[in-house]
């Protein structure tokens, strides 16, 4: 049997969802999230992990980035063999990584891209340092079909603080002229009992979608799940707009499944298995 070539009687493949981002030793949140993500939702998971974190819920206590050549393997050997139908990126440690994963985007023809510029932890630990910043926004910015940050990464890419939900629109707006596509500012670090967030296409106006705020000290990998789901449901043919409600549903009902659990002594994770789903199949061609 000839390898390099499909075999005609397996008309089938899974959704091919490749995770960009670092290890969380804890398993709530990065690689570790989106993995259960991906899962969750009926896609086939791959990842090209960018570094290796120490961290519980408590926080991070150490980060040591992998080389940029590494990083470019991993890439290169999913999308060379697997193929890839959506990218979610997480957690560049450093400007190498970025530029690696810049650079894999355009080689590969990879265009159904979620970015959730993840700069800061739930514990408020750095996870990317600032000098990378700018190379990020730059490079990866134009790239991605939607860019995830919650308030306080917004905060770091505007140079001020979001603090009312009347604010939210025209912070949105200001993300979206550093080069995005379309911005999905996540407002969930705001009081109050109502959840909002705010998606901003090139284009199109405001959308605004609002929950009721679920209570739970469970909340550790909120922003890279809700990524991955916006990137599973890209991958299998929804626009951005319900690409973005739906993941939004899938990390409620995550939140809501896992908010009298007790794991670990700060914040603990959120329950992505609640009700998974067995990989999807779609034609091979």
């Given amino acids: 049997m000839d390898l390099s070539a499909p075999d005609p009687a397996l008309p089938f493949r899974y959704p091919r969802l490749l995770t960009i981002a670092g290890s969380d030793s804890g398993g709530g949140a990065g690689i570790q999230?989106?993995?259960?993500?991906?899962?969750?939702?009926?896609?086939?998971?791959?990842?090209?992990i960018t570094a290796i974190t120490a961290q519980n819920t408590r926080g991070v206590t150490a980060?040591?980035?992998?080389?940029?050549?590494?990083?470019?393997?991993?890439?290169?050997?999913?999308?060379?063999?697997?193929?890839?139908?959506?990218?979610?990126?997480?957690?560049?440690h450093n400007a190498e990584a970025v530029l690696a994963v810049a650079a894999a985007i355009r080689r590969h023809g990879w265009t159904r891209v979620v970015?959730?510029?993840v700069?800061?932890?739930t514990s408020g630990d750095a996870l990317m340092a600032r000098e990378t910043v700018a190379v990020l926004v730059r490079e990866l910015?134009?790239?991605?079909a939607v860019v995830t940050p919650n308030l306080d990464e917004a905060a770091l890419l505007l140079g001020r603080p979001v603090t009312r939900e009347a604010g939210l629109e025209a912070a949105a707006a200001d993300l979206l002229a550093l080069g995005a596509r379309a911005m999905l500012l996540?407002?969930?670090?705001?009081?109050?009992?109502?959840?909002?967030?705010?998606?901003?296409?090139a284009g199109r106006p405001p959308l605004r979608l609002a929950g009721a705020r679920i209570?739970?000290?469970?909340?550790?990998?909120?922003?890279?799940?809700?990524?991955?789901?916006?990137?599973?449901?890209?991958a299998l043919g929804s626009s951005l707009a319900d690409a973005v409600r739906l993941a939004r549903d899938y990390v409620r009902e995550a939140i809501l499944h896992g908010a009298d659990v007790q794991?670990?002594?700060g914040h603990g994770p959120l329950n992505h298995g609640f009700a998974p789903l067995p990989l999807k199949k779609l034609p091979l061609r």
């Fill in 63 to 92: 980060i040591q980035a992998l080389p940029a050549s590494l990083l470019a393997q991993q890439m290169d050997a999913v999308a060379q063999d697997i193929g890839v139908d959506a990218v979610k990126i997480g957690m560049l």
């Fill in 141 to 144: 910015f134009p790239l991605a």
């Fill in 263 to 265: 794991t670990g002594g």
């Fill in 215 to 234: 209570a739970s000290g469970n909340t550790h990998g909120t922003g890279c799940t809700l990524s991955s789901a916006i990137a599973c449901h890209l």
């Fill in 115 to 117: 970015l959730d510029p």
């Fill in 119 to 121: 700069m800061v932890a």
């Fill in 33 to 48: 999230a989106d993995l259960k993500t991906f899962a969750a939702l009926g896609c086939y998971g791959m990842t090209a």
């Fill in 186 to 201: 996540k407002g969930g670090h705001l009081a109050g009992d109502e959840l909002v967030d705010v998606l901003l296409e």
